[in-house]
């Protein structure tokens, strides 16, 4: 058989070893996507901080899992998502938090400061 110039031969696929372990989807990458799903759906109303910060961390250690797997432990389509979700959540709440600040601010500026006086009185 010739192989062209730059063709790589293709190695037919072995079977696989008897003892390596399926593939399965993590279950943390499942966690992180509905904690991400709450902390963006609750994200307004400032209580989506803790289920964003919960998920951003469970998927830091996913992540080192499925290094450490080789390939073993899959989901990380699910993973991505729900760290995209935490960060929406995340960004959300400090939307809210700033919104919050500007509007009391505003509110504050327009009360009247100190006692209002009769206009007779020094």
């Known amino acids: 058989m010739t192989i062209a ?9 072995g079977a ?3 003892l390596d372990p399926d593939p399965v989807r993590s279950s943390k990458a499942r966690a992180v996507f509905a904690l991400g799903l709450m902390g ?7 209580g989506g901080v803790v289920p964003a910060t919960l998920a951003l961390v469970l998927a ?4 080192r899992e499925a290094y ?29 938090v700033v919104a919050a ?6 509110r504050l500026a327009g009360a009247p400061f100190g006692h209002d006086y009769a ?3 020094d």
Do not use: K
């Open 5 to 13: 110039p730059g063709q790589v031969p293709v190695a037919p696929h």
């Open 16 to 18: 696989r070893h008897p």
């Open 40 to 46: 963006a759906l609750t994200g307004l109303f400032v």
């Open 60 to 63: 830091r250690q996913a992540r």
């Open 68 to 96: 450490a797997s080789g390939g073993f432990l899959t989901g990380a389509a699910w993973l991505r998502r729900g760290e995209r979700l935490a960060w929406a959540g995340l960004v959300l709440v400090a939307a809210a």
């Open 101 to 106: 600040l500007v509007i009391g601010l505003v």
């Open 119 to 121: 206009p007779n009185v």
